[in-house]
């Protein structure tokens, strides 16, 4: 009996670590995903940028510029280290691009597209060409409190945030991801000075980080060339909705879905103190409008 049992007990170990390996073998990024920064052909860094659990790698070109100890120009690392990156990393990332490319997406443009102070909720988001955040504007990502949900961005060539712009993520749900994906032979992001930025940018070229930005939550990850930052902060996260196979297949996690295509903008800022007396106002008018009548 006791022999019958601890051979069931092995059975049921052995089991569960082959579905471990299964599951093991699809994951988020792949290899990629122990980046915070990823680059092709280098890696530039200006000033003092902190990079918070994750690494710092190119390939196929590993030159890492300004992101050794801390002197003049250096990388402050909190859980992460300069490493030689591999082709597995790229290899890895091409995947994750081409995987999110063909999910079906929601139109914010067919050409190109300006956001303003708008909410969007989870969904793939496609931009034509260019999907620009204009300078002091907000981008709000609403998650809803929902669990294993994704946003997902796919535009054709550039995106480009503005002078204190801001991408926010707000009432996320456990295990929620955001991805930006610049695609084609022009897909590169540039990040405006002293912006703030949720999300992984999976650039098919470049990566431009401009002085004090601030990702809160991502990567900065470029196929084919190189990322440059300057005194910037950037934090890992917001890559764990999705499974993508080496073979650029996308999967749902365990409790999650593939995600569909997005849903149309909605306002993203709150109504002045001016304009709340005037909906006051009027609702009062209404009240003793009826008590009249």
């Known amino acids: 009996m006791k022999f019958r049992g601890f051979s069931t007990l092995l059975i049921v170990l052995v089991i569960s670590l082959l579905a471990f390996r299964a599951y093991a073998d699809t994951v988020v990024l792949g290899s990629a995903a122990s980046f915070a920064v990823l680059g092709a052909s280098a890696v530039t860094n200006t000033l003092k940028t902190t990079i918070n659990n994750g690494n710092v790698g190119s390939f196929p070109t590993n030159a890492l510029s300004g992101t050794g100890g801390c002197g003049t120009d250096c990388i402050a690392f909190s859980g992460g280290m300069d490493v030689t ?53 907000t981008l709000t990502l609403n998650a ?21 712009s801001t991408v926010k993520l707000i009432n996320p749900g456990l295990n929620d991801g955001v991805y930006w994906v610049e695609q084609g032979t022009g897909g590169s992001a540039t990040l405006g000075t002293s912006s703030t930025f949720v999300g992984n940018i999976l650039a098919s070229v470049s990566i431009t980080l401009n002085t004090g930005v601030t990702i809160t939550c991502g990567r900065a990850l470029a196929n084919t060339a190189a990322v440059t930052m300057n005194n910037d902060t950037i934090t890992t996260g917001c ?22 295509p997005g849903s149309a903008p909605g306002g993203g800022t709150t109504p002045e103190s001016g304009t709340l007396l005037l909906v006051g106002f009027g609702i009062f008018g209404l009240v003793a409008l009826r008590k009249l009548t």
């Open 239 to 260: 890559g764990s909705s999705l499974n993508i196979s080496s073979g650029g297949t996308v999967e749902a996690v365990p409790g999650g879905s593939i995600p569909g």
């Open 144 to 164: 809803g409190g929902l669990n294993n949900v994704s946003f997902v961005f796919l535009v054709g060539s550039a995106l480009t945030t503005g002078v204190g």
């Open 85 to 137: 990156a591999t082709t597995a990393n790229q290899t890895d990332l091409t995947a994750a691009i081409v995987g999110l490319s063909n999910l079906s997406s929601f139109s914010l443009s067919p050409v190109g597209f300006i956001a303003g102070n708008i909410t969007l909720t989870p969904g793939v988001y496609s931009t034509g060409s260019t999907f620009l955040l204009t300078g002091g504007d």
